[in-house]
């Protein structure tokens, strides 16, 4: 069995992969123009800008994060007519949806180049208030680069060759821990750069398994998986801990 804890993700430094992470879509952003925006994203009825959008409006929950007032976020939304995550999604997708694309990467850029400075600022071991408790801030950090990684890959980015390795370990190891905090019924073990995953059958059925590549592995964990990919639906859904 792979049980990652948060000591054994001790040697990863979540701002710089959080900073590096931002540069990549910054970097991809900033080559954009024209019909690029409008383009069809991974994220199902969302283009580019969409995803962009979604971003900048992610900041309003991380800075109310750091300014320990979630309760006045909770309550523009409410006043929005707001519901639930999915909701609070699309909300940020329409305000933006008639903002000139260069103004939301302006308030993108600006946002969380101040959640990602206050963050290192305080320090990993430090506590931030979450929606789901005091949480450190060092795997909020992760959190936050795994969450901007999957939408670097939504919107068409691509990794550098030399890059690659490194980006989908990290990843993936962060990925394993996400499923042991979220007590996923699934064992997942890696060896020989292979993930073994597997996850009880039903009744007297044997377990269900699978050996994932990295990559593979990783897209699962955000359910970005093909839909024509081979892994078993019930893996499918145990793995899609970080969607």
């Given at each position: 069995?792979?049980?990652?804890t948060a000591?054994?993700?001790?040697?990863?430094?979540?701002?710089?992969?959080?900073?590096?992470?931002?540069?990549?879509?910054?970097?991809?952003?900033?080559?954009?123009?024209?019909?690029?925006?409008?383009?069809?994203?991974?994220?199902?009825?969302?283009?580019?800008?969409?995803?962009?959008?979604?971003?900048?409006?992610?900041?309003?929950?991380?800075?109310?994060?750091?300014?320990?007032?979630?309760?006045?976020?909770?309550?523009?939304?409410?006043?929005?007519?707001?519901?639930?995550?999915?909701?609070?999604?699309?909300?940020?997708?329409?305000?933006?949806?008639?903002?000139?694309?260069?103004?939301?990467?302006?308030?993108?850029?600006?946002?969380?180049?101040?959640?990602?400075?206050?963050?290192?600022?305080?320090?990993?071991?430090?506590?931030?208030?979450?929606?789901?408790?005091?949480?450190?801030?060092?795997?909020?950090?992760?959190?936050?680069?795994?969450?901007?990684?999957?939408?670097?890959?939504?919107?068409?980015?691509?990794?550098?060759?030399?890059?690659?390795?490194?980006?989908?370990?990290?990843?993936?190891?962060?990925?394993?821990?996400?499923?042991?905090?979220?007590?996923?019924?699934?064992?997942?073990?890696?060896?020989?750069?292979?993930?073994?995953?597997?996850?009880?059958?039903?009744?007297?059925?044997?377990?269900?398994?699978?050996?994932?590549?990295?990559?593979?592995?990783?897209e699962a964990?955000?359910?970005?998986?093909?839909?024509?990919?081979?892994?078993?639906?019930?893996?499918?859904?145990?793995?899609?801990?970080?969607?």
């Amino acid at each position: 069995m792979y049980h990652e804890t948060a000591g054994a993700l001790a040697d990863l430094d979540p701002f710089a992969l959080y900073d590096a992470e931002a540069r990549r879509l910054d970097g991809h952003f900033a080559g954009l123009a024209g019909a690029d925006w409008d383009r069809p994203s991974r994220c199902a009825g969302w283009s580019v800008r969409d995803v962009l959008a979604h971003l900048a409006g992610e900041e309003l929950y991380n800075h109310a994060c750091l300014d320990d007032d979630l309760a006045g976020l909770n309550r523009l939304l409410t006043e929005a007519g707001v519901d639930g995550l999915d909701g609070f999604n699309q909300w940020s997708v329409d305000e933006r949806r008639d903002v000139p694309v260069d103004t939301v990467l302006s308030e993108w850029r600006a946002a969380n180049g101040r959640t990602r400075a206050e963050l290192r600022a305080r320090g990993a071991d430090a506590l931030l208030p979450t929606q789901a408790g005091p949480y450190p801030v060092g795997l909020q950090a992760l959190h936050y680069a795994s969450e901007l990684a999957t939408h670097a890959d939504d919107v068409g980015y691509r990794t550098p060759p030399t890059e690659e390795p490194d980006r989908t370990a990290w990843r993936a190891r962060f990925g394993a821990f996400a499923l042991a905090e979220q007590d996923r019924p699934v064992l997942v073990q890696e060896a020989d750069n292979r993930w073994h995953v597997e996850a009880d059958g039903t009744g007297d059925a044997a377990p269900i398994t699978a050996q994932l590549s990295p990559a593979e592995f990783v897209e699962a964990t955000v359910d970005r998986l093909p839909a024509d990919h081979p892994l078993p639906p019930a893996l499918r859904t145990a793995l899609a801990c970080l969607a």
